[in-house]
């Protein structure tokens, strides 16, 4: 099989943790990172006080590229200074979040700048043992990891007195069983421990407090802890500076669907518009066709008409808060205005529809994705999750009816804010927003005035409990 064609960087892109990426003649072992100053960053943190790495990961504002975009200092400043108990650092690699593709990359391409990331993480929160939980569906990818992992131990960088430094870290690779609900932090711990993956009430097991074997534990995307190692090498004050205030450093984003050039591309939190991006960077809709929707960060998030006009306050010249009406297309990339327009920029996966599109089956095709991965331990989204997929199969059938939209509204507002964990947003945000943003599509398709016969088989699902 030939080898993937290559990707020339746009030349608006700002590559840091993508600096390797798509190189020609750059290969994953540590021979090709050493000569490209691999492990110089780690050399330079082990010199540092840890106390002092965690205080530039704060200066530097990062914040989580996972998809909560939560700051990481604050998160890492939770564990309390002198803990006794064993601290652990889990690497969340279970990329599973549907229109997202930017983690995967980093592990096939540039493992050891994940590994870099890691043990100088590692070595800042005082752990000796961590994960790497990679999801099911990326063998090779774990392979990669673990071939990395035995190079780095191989050469003082892993195990025992790391560059005779006294301190002592081994990394595991666990891979999951393929389970969405698996990208959520504790659910991720109970797999890793042997249990089914049910998430963790919260409070009281938030787990820097009650993680890992009930322990502190600190769990962090790919991509947040490949930024830790360029913090240390400029420092945290100058991180800040790419971006903009409180969305600092660059943040992958993969786009897909119907642009000219979907793919990957590494820019500065903020510095481009979404129309930008696509229209710029992806070339636009593709010929005779016209932007129709967009999901801004991976199918959970709320989705955006392409025609939609927002209201949001911003500082004006004077540093007074001012009101300003903008376009969809006018939303820069960074986690605070995609919030105030009423979605989030969550895991970077930006998900494009042109006017082919029909949002009912565009829905349909998400009900189904989350009424198969609810874990099923919370009531509202186990039964919820499946109600929805159920209307909307029967709206495609030609049996919808006039409360259909009604219903659809009614179910997701009785998911969201009423679970565990945040699947229960993550499976009623969309169904919340299409119905919403496209109510005459979905009219269109409930106009019978009573609900027809239940077919056989959805008798039978209801009856045994379908999936679950």
Request: aromatic share 8%; net charge neutral.
């Amino acid at each position: 099989m030939p080898a993937p064609a290559r990707r020339i960087p746009h030349p608006r892109e700002k590559r840091m943790v993508f600096a390797h990426i798509d190189r020609e003649g750059y290969t994953p072992d540590i021979a090709c990172y050493l000569s490209n100053g691999g492990y110089e960053d780690l050399k330079k943190a082990v010199t540092m006080a840890p106390a002092d790495i965690v205080n530039e990961v704060k200066a530097s504002a990062l914040r989580g590229r996972g998809g909560a975009g939560f700051p990481c200092g604050v998160k890492w400043g939770f564990i309390r200074p002198g803990e006794t108990k064993p601290i652990y650092l889990i690497c969340n690699a279970d990329e599973s979040e549907p229109g997202t593709f930017k983690d995967r990359y980093i592990i096939h391409q540039d493992p050891h700048q994940l590994i870099e990331g890691m043990i100088i993480s590692a070595f800042a929160l005082n752990v000796h043992l961590a994960y790497l939980y990679i999801r099911g569906e990326f063998p090779q990818g774990a392979k990669i990891l673990e071939k990395a992992i035995a190079e780095a131990k191989a050469n003082g960088f892993l195990g025992k007195n790391i560059l005779g430094t006294g301190f002592d870290l081994e990394i595991y690779v666990h891979r999951g069983a393929g389970a969405y609900i698996c990208g959520e932090e504790t659910g991720l711990i109970e797999s890793l421990e042997g249990k089914r993956a049910y998430p963790r009430i919260k409070p009281p097991y938030f787990p820097a407090v009650l993680g890992l074997y009930q322990c502190p534990t600190i769990v962090n995307n790919v991509e947040t802890l490949c930024h830790v190692k360029h913090i240390v090498r400029m420092g945290g004050a100058e991180f800040a500076k790419i971006g903009t205030p409180n969305n600092t450093g660059t943040r992958i984003v993969g786009v897909s669907g119907d642009v000219q050039r979907p793919g990957y591309f590494e820019i500065e939190v903020g510095s481009m518009t979404l129309g930008e991006l696509l229209n710029d960077l992806c070339g636009g809709p593709k010929p005779g066709r016209k932007f129709k929707a967009i999901i801004p960060g991976g199918s959970s998030a709320k989705v955006f008409r392409a025609d939609e006009r927002f209201k949001i306050k911003v500082k004006g010249q004077d540093g007074a808060m001012v009101e300003k009406e903008i376009g969809v297309m006018d939303i820069p990339m960074d986690f605070d205005t995609m919030a105030a327009c009423g979605s989030m920029a969550g895991s970077g996966g930006v998900i494009v529809m042109d006017d082919t599109r029909d949002m009912v089956e565009t829905l349909n095709n998400l009900n189904q994705f989350y009424a198969h991965e609810s874990c099923g331990q919370c009531t509202p989204c186990r039964e919820g999750s499946l109600w929805m997929r159920k209307i909307t199969d029967r709206m495609l059938a030609d049996g919808g009816v006039e409360s259909d939209p009604a219903t659809l509204a009614s179910v997701s507002n009785n998911i969201a804010g009423k679970t565990i964990c945040a699947f229960g947003e993550a499976c009623s945000w969309p169904t919340m927003s299409f119905v919403a943003k496209f109510p005459e599509e979905f009219a269109a398709r409930a106009t019978k005035p009573i609900p027809p016969p239940t077919p056989p088989e959805f008798l039978s699902e209801t009856l045994t409990g379908g999936s679950h």
